[in-house]
């Protein structure tokens, strides 16, 4: 039997049948099929049988294919045939399924077999009854769509956007139930999105986000308080493409959740994003116990340090002290992937942090900034819980970008250490006050921060007015410095030769109110380690204002940082030569307090040359004291350092230059 209805336009024809067998059927130009009761079999059973049931077709226009209750089946016995439903073949068409006793079962379904907006998608509609697929294709060419407001579908394997350019959508609402046998695969060589609400279960062998082009899965509730439930034994986030998986609400069973596909593949493999937009435990997250649940009580992670981690929706990760290393390629704080949702928090609290381990470690971070858009968020980096002290160190190896709209706290008798380790690290801060003294930067005054790494050109951005941003420091005091401990360098007493450790500050927006270009640092106290600099290559001066605090008796003044002071006490003078002399000839393991100011390493005339340029220079120019014509025409006359002209550098020398001084 040969049923089709095309050749009339827009009508509707209703089966009640029972036991009918056809080999296919052609629904088109805009007409519909209502199967009320009944089975309706499209059978086959040679592997040249064309077992086929056609939805829309492009000479002759679209179809609709409504089950309300009976049996449809579309099969090809035969080992080598199929039996093919599909819907959308060059023009748009729709199946819908409900009836609590409407029951489907087909070899092959494909939806979307052509390129069309979106608005004219192909849909396949499952409100209640059972779904039984071996292989499906959500968007086989174009666009294409699966919306389960209840119902079971079971389906062998799903690939969501199969070809080059196209797009598969599957919305799971409701108490739909999706069961897959093998694999959900959301974006073949396509794109996809999956979005899993209501009181759904989705229960499939292995989830894969991204195998070649973009793919999308979000876990939510509608409501908030509905419990969705995933269950994989494999849950792959990006592959030859990048993927995202958006964790809401609801409960994740799996045995491993992977980002990106092994290091030896070829090609490399694109690590993929998860956003979290529920509270969670940032350790349970590194360790895989976020995910252990009924099905598979052990999980796993991996990957997770090289991919995207998003924190948002008013979302909170806890990171207690004594957890595991959190390790990730770049990580998000903000609320621009959910905008208005909320944005999200990163906190660490308890005891059990390390000042020499990294509790926290990441390519990059962005805390209240949208980099992809430019333009700041919501988002908060909080240390302490207001009860017990917390000291956490967190290492960056790239960059690290507060927003104006971000916040950092540090909670009283709390403190807080980055550490920036990359060549050409970059650091943003961009302080703002709302005039009510409500700064989104108090924490920094609890921070340690330390620059290290082979050969880097760091820059920091530090914008937003201060109290003390003027370079004369009138109306400044040293309770506002910005932060509290600056590192700069890396000592490293194994090798002889490591490389300098460069901090510039970055001029792009201005810090200081004198109409001067050039930028300003606050900090308490600097530690200058091995390699540590503020020079810019083939430069005698320091380009930028670096102010810190120096204490002399009971008198703590602030004090801005010269090239040459290597005694850090706010003045280059005989003090600062005498450290070069003493430490004259060193050719690895220097740091800027034994008379390496360039950073190389190493004590030489290159040194000498940088002292004698700025000296001098300090609280009130010639404050060195003695007789500073004298000292000048000495440093001029003896270009290498060599004050008694005995053909070395020793304590002679520094006695010549300190009996100029008195």
């Known amino acids: 039997m040969h049923v089709d209805n095309s050749d009339e336009s827009g009508k509707t024809c209703t089966y009640d049948v029972d036991d009918q067998t056809v080999r296919s059927v052609y629904v088109q130009a805009g ?12 059978l086959g059973s040679q592997k040249s049988d064309t077992v086929e049931l056609f939805l829309g077709e492009q000479a002759n226009g679209s179809g609709t294919y409504k089950l309300t209750g009976g049996k449809l089946v579309v099969h090809n016995s035969h080992e080598e045939g199929e039996g093919e439903v599909i819907v959308g073949n060059y023009t748009p068409a729709d199946f819908e399924q409900s009836g609590a006793n409407s029951v489907c079962e087909f070899d092959t379904l494909y939806i979307g077999c052509y390129t069309y907006p979106e608005e004219e998608w192909s849909a396949y509609k499952l409100t209640s009854g059972k779904l039984t697929v071996l292989h499906e294709e959500i968007g086989r060419v174009g666009g294409a769509e699966v919306i389960q407001t209840g119902g079971v579908h079971h389906a062998g394997q799903i690939w969501m956007g199969y070809w080059p350019s196209s797009e598969g959508w599957y919305t799971l609402s409701g108490d739909g139930d999706l069961w897959v046998e093998s694999g959900l695969e959301i974006a073949g060589d396509g794109w996809g999105r ?24 979000r876990l939510a509730s509608s409501t908030g308080t509905e419990v969705v439930e995933l269950t994989a034994a494999c849950i792959t986030i990006g592959d030859v493409d990048t993927g995202t998986f958006e ?29 979290m937009g529920c509270d969670f435990d940032a350790g349970d997250l590194a360790s895989g116990a976020i995910f252990e649940n009924d099905v598979y009580p052990d999980a796993e992670v991996t990957g997770l340090d090289e991919a995207t981690l998003e924190i948002t929706n008013g979302a909170t990760a806890t990171h207690e002290g004594g957890a595991p290393l959190v390790e990730v390629g770049r990580l998000n704080i903000g609320d621009s992937h959910d905008p208005g949702g909320g944005a999200g928090t990163y906190s660490f609290v308890g005891t059990g942090f390390s000042a020499t381990e990294a509790a926290l470690q990441a390519d990059i971070i962005f805390v209240g900034y949208d980099f992809a858009y430019e333009e700041a968020t919501g988002g908060t980096l909080n240390v ?5 002290a917390s000291t ?101 007493p194994e090798e002889p030769f490591y490389g300098p450790v460069r901090l510039d500050l970055l001029d792009g927006v201005d810090n200081r109110d004198d109409g001067d270009d050039d930028e300003a640092l606050y900090v308490n106290s600097i ?62 393991g220097a740091t800027w307090n034994e008379a390496d100011f360039n950073g190389d390493r190493c004590v030489n005339g290159a040194d000498y040359t940088i002292w004698s340029d700025n000296y001098g220079s300090g609280r009130g120019e010639g404050k060195a004291g003695g007789d500073p014509d004298k000292v000048t025409e000495l440093i001029a006359r003896s270009k290498d350092g060599d004050f008694d002209g005995d053909g070395d550098i020793d304590g002679d020398d520094v006695k010549v230059l300190l009996s100029l001084e008195k």
Not at 534 to 552: C, G, N, V
Request: glycine share 14%; aromatic share 10%; with cysteine.
């Open 31 to 42: 007409n519909t099929i209502e199967h009320v009761s009944g089975i309706l079999q499209i």
């Open 527 to 588: 530690v200058m380690e091995g390699g540590g600099t503020f020079l810019r290559p083939d430069k005698t001066e320091i380009a930028d204002y670096i102010y810190f605090k120096h204490k002399e008796g009971q008198v703590e003044t602030a004090e801005r940082l010269y090239a040459g002071d290597a005694n850090l006490d706010g003045q280059v003078d005989g003090g600062d030569y005498s450290l070069w002399a003493d430490h004259y000839g060193m050719t690895g």
């Open 247 to 275: 964790w809401f609400s609801g409960r994740i069973d799996t045995s491993l959740m992977a980002f990106g596909a092994p290091t030896s593949s070829e090609p490399p493999r694109s690590p993929g994003t998860l956003v």
């Open 384 to 388: 302490g819980d207001g009860e017990v």
């Open 392 to 492: 956490p160190l967190i290492v960056v190896t790239v960059s690290l970008h507060f927003g104006t709209q971000s916040t950092f706290t540090v909670e009283e008798g709390c403190t807080c250490g980055i550490s920036l380790t990359y060549p050409g690290a970059i650091l943003v801060f961009l302080v703002h006050d709302d005039g009510s003294g409500n700064e989104n930067m108090a924490g920094l005054s609890s921070l340690t921060l330390a620059f290290r790494g082979e050969h880097p050109w760091n820059v920091m951005e530090v914008a937003g007015a201060r109290a003390g941003n003027d370079p004369e420091l009138s109306g400044f005091s040293t309770d506002n410095f910005l932060i509290d401990k600056l590192v700069v360098g890396e000592n490293r």
């Open 194 to 217: 999956f979005t899993q609400e209501g009181t759904s279960t989705v229960d499939v062998g292995f989830l894969s986000l991204a195998c070649h082009y973009g793919g999308e899965y």
